[in-house]
């Protein structure tokens, strides 16, 4: 194996290459002093150079092919049980397969009043429906760039989400035990709120977060409002701003596999000129189109808000209606629907 | 090239002597060996007193550096093997497969670039589907993007099962599903440590499931190679080169058909291009480029670059389901 396919900084590779050191087996038996002296560095960095190299080294032949790869079969033993989370609009979880999926990173793009921080608040709020209840049980965290977060509207949403599973309680007679566990500052509890202002800390809470999950264990979600903000203004080199999205979008993609969880990212739209005519397009060009594993377009249709899945790896291309209402996010035809008495 | 100095623990006629002869003459490593000129050093040997272990010693160094090359074949070699190994797997869509000449081709890295959401995932777990059916063999799918959809394959396999031509009893669902294995990466230096990985069980002729593993997927390469492509040094460039070469390595070795994904940006004129730039144009054998009907379900494949065949001509097909 050789030297530079193993994650050295560029200063390092430089200095290693230009002292001779391509392949592995020039640092057999090799002193972190000795080591230091040659390439002109610090003991530290040397023992840390040699640690890199043995790790590299002890790679011996893995028990499957790849280490770490799974069979297309047990993935789909695994998703079988996998859950979702519910978004409250049955038709909207019906174009979805259940709602967001957990290890996938969700695009949730749309012009401005649409819906979007309201889909995310809605969503911090339905991870945490307990399991008993159809939920996942988890917390949320909540990243945020624009400052449209209003606690006064999480709290009516994580209201009338109790509500609405204390009715379909209800019916089965475990209310005691059902009020006991749900309160509404319990929920808002569960919501790990980060509120950003520039690019570079966007970055940073990105890098962060694996550490905080780590230590929090249920975070089930990760909502990113926006991701485009601090993107789009001010932002003058292009491919800077490219290496940096499509780095982002890798570290969330790690962490959704690797804690299990649903990473939902709400951008804004721009206009696009084709041939003449214009077009809205989702923001951040079309390198980010790539990132993400699913997408979903809110818009308008006449007065009807419409949200259509524009890409997906295992879902047909689909739309349907959803509205936003004192409750949060419902279904258009519940405003009329009756609640049944028996 | 390694220093000479690490080799004498391999060889021991390359000892201390024969070190500090070639560094009067300022050789430290197995390159300055090379680029030296060897007559005269063997001619320098010879005068010297222990003149027997120091050529015994130059002779050792020949022979580990004929050792790091491969061996030369000849055009009726390369002819014969490429007629015995390299072998074409259907991808199941009968439009592509007659673009393509019969499919996938063994030893050659093939490329599928295109828009987002124009239906390369899609081909990609179909062309699994189907070769890990057909042939009785296993694919490794490396996914950056979370997308492997375990659903759409089982999907596939079960109309290949249902469909009345292959009369074969004994297969399941499970069994050909065992043999897709599929492995997230998320960045660059995980990917070569994966493909090293993979070197070295195809070395050791590892089988999964007994079946030889034929197809391996990765979807995409560009997920990893954009956020290290441009800025100030040229550190992304010649990582994007090495991994390619790696891949064609391994597809040239083990014959194997290795197939990426890549996405496309706007270029010039508003038209779009395969990303990655012009260095890696000339990476892959083959280049497709997929773009999908507004709305429907008809993919549209062209292709832009092959090694025997002319550029231009297109094929569709459909996403059922």
Redo the contacts between chains.
């Keep these: 194996m050789e030297i530079w396919s193993l994650p050295f900084s560029p200063s390092q590779r430089a200095k290693l290459l230009s002292a001779g050191y391509t392949y592995l087996h020039s640092f057999s038996h090799l002193s972190p002093s000795a080591l230091a002296a040659d390439l002109d560095v610090s003991p530290q960095e040397a023992s840390d150079v040699l640690r890199v190299v043995t790790q590299a080294g002890m790679m011996r032949k893995p028990d499957s092919i790849v280490a770490g790869a799974q069979t297309a079969w047990d993935i789909l033993c695994e998703d079988r049980t996998m859950n979702h989370i519910t978004t409250s609009c049955e038709d909207l979880d019906g174009i979805l397969g259940g709602g967001i999926s957990c290890k996938e990173i969700t695009e949730v793009g749309g012009v401005p009043g649409i819906g979007k921080t309201q889909l995310g608040i809605q969503l911090a709020v339905n991870v945490q429906i307990p399991v008993e209840y159809g939920g996942l049980g988890g917390k949320a965290i909540y990243v945020d760039t624009e400052g449209s977060f209003m606690v006064e509207r999480a709290f009516q949403i994580a209201e009338s989400c109790i509500q609405d599973i204390m009715d379909k309680v209800l019916q089965t007679d475990d209310v005691g035990v059902c009020q006991e566990n749900l309160h509404v500052n319990a929920i808002l509890a569960n919501i790990f709120y980060f509120r950003i202002c520039s690019y570079t800390e966007q970055i940073a809470v990105v890098n962060y977060l694996e550490k905080f999950i780590s230590a929090q264990k249920d975070v089930k979600i990760i909502i990113i409002d926006s991701v485009t903000f601090h993107f789009r203004q001010d932002f003058d080199d292009l491919a800077l701003r490219t290496r940096v999205l499509s780095a982002l979008a890798q570290k969330m993609m790690k962490l959704a596999k690797k804690f299990n969880l649903a990473v939902v990212l709400l951008n804004q739209v721009t206009t696009k000129c084709t041939d003449g005519s214009f077009q809205l397009t989702l923001a951040l060009g079309e390198s980010w189109s790539h990132a993400c594993t699913n997408r979903i377009i809110l818009y308008w249709k006449g007065n009807e808000r419409c949200a259509y899945l524009d890409k997906s790896p295992s879902l047909p291309l689909s739309a349907a209606p959803f509205s936003v209402t004192t409750k949060g996010i419902r279904s258009v035809a519940s405003s009329c629907k009756r609640m049944r008495t028996t | 090239?390694?220093?000479l100095k690490?080799l004498q623990?391999q060889f021991p006629s390359i000892d201390s002597n024969l070190l500090h002869f070639c560094a009067s003459h300022g050789i430290?490593?197995v390159?300055d060996f090379l680029v030296h000129d060897l007559y005269m050093l063997v001619a320098l040997a010879e005068r010297q007193t222990s003149s027997k272990g120091l050529k015994e010693g130059i002779a050792q160094v020949l022979t580990f550096l004929n050792n790091q090359h491969f061996p030369w074949m000849n055009g009726v070699e390369l002819l014969e093997s490429t007629q015995h190994n390299k072998h074409f797997l259907l991808t199941g869509f009968d439009g592509i497969d007659t673009l393509l000449c019969g499919g996938l081709c063994e030893g050659n890295l093939t490329e599928l670039a295109g828009?987002?959401?124009s239906g390369k995932?899609?081909f990609c777990?179909h062309a699994a589907a189907h070769v890990a059916y057909t042939y009785m063999c296993?694919v490794?799918?490396l996914d950056?993007?979370?997308?492997?959809?375990?659903?759409?394959?089982?999907y596939r396999v079960n109309r290949l099962l249902a469909s009345p031509n292959k009369g074969e009893k004994g297969r399941s669902?499970?069994g050909i599903?065992?043999?897709?294995?599929?492995?997230?990466v998320?960045?660059i230096?995980s990917m070569?440590?994966?493909l090293?990985?993979?070197e070295?069980?195809?070395s050791?002729q590892?089988e999964?499931q007994n079946s030889k593993?034929r197809l391996l997927i990765v979807d995409?390469i560009?997920?990893?190679i954009?956020?290290?492509?441009?800025?100030k040094?040229p550190?992304g460039h010649?990582?994007m080169l090495?991994v390619g070469f790696i891949l064609k390595k391994l597809a040239i070795d083990y014959n194997l058909a290795v197939l990426v994904t890549n996405?496309?940006?706007?270029g010039e004129g508003?038209n779009?291009k395969p990303?990655l730039g012009e260095s890696w144009k000339s990476v892959p054998h083959t280049r497709l480029l997929l773009s999908r009907d507004q709305?429907s379900n008809i993919c549209n494949m062209s292709i832009l670059k092959h090694t025997s065949m002319a550029c231009g001509q297109t094929a569709s097909f459909r996403l059922d389901?």
């Design positions: 090239m390694p220093p690490s623990h430290f490593s390159e828009p987002s959401s995932t899609q777990l296993s490794l799918y950056t993007s979370n997308s492997f959809s375990s659903k759409r394959i089982s669902l499970e599903m065992s043999s897709i294995l599929s492995h997230s998320f960045d230096f070569f440590e994966t090293h990985q993979l070295l069980s195809l050791s590892a999964i593993l995409s560009s997920s990893l954009t956020p290290i492509l441009g800025g040094g550190q010649s990582l090495n996405h496309t940006v706007v508003g779009s990303a709305m389901g």
